[in-house]
Nanobody, 115 residues
């Protein structure tokens, strides 16, 4: 199974971006999917996750601004990012965890927010 993240780019403060993560297999069997990010010099942090039951969890720093969703027909995970701030600048990674298996990671997509 491979994950392909896309949608990153350069955006001004207050702008929006929508990230996509296409999975090479059905996402119906995935327990948890999520987005993570890593800024320069910082640890990778969890941004948003969604379980197979549809439960979502967001980092405090993105609550009310970011929204995670998925499309089963397209086997794709999304992250809608609104009201972007400089602090959101990072490489964003998608991840998928199947039951009993190590988490699988996508290659990352760069998001840069400028003033």
């Amino acid at each position: 199974v491979q994950l392909q993240a896309s949608g990153g780019g350069l955006v001004h403060t207050g702008g929006s971006l929508k990230l996509s993560c296409e999975v090479s297999a059905s996402i119906g069997d995935i327990n948890v999917m999520g987005w993570y990010r890593q800024a320069p010099g910082k640890r990778r942090e969890e941004v948003a996750t969604i379980t197979s039951q549809g439960r979502t969890i967001y980092a405090d720093s993105v609550k009310g601004r970011f929204s995670v969703s998925r499309d089963y027909a397209k086997n794709t995970l999304y992250l809608q990012m609104n009201s972007l701030a400089f602090e959101d600048t990072a490489v964003y990674y998608c991840a998928a965890t199947y039951s009993g298996q190590p988490t699988k990671w996508g290659q990352g997509t760069q998001v840069t927010v400028s003033s």
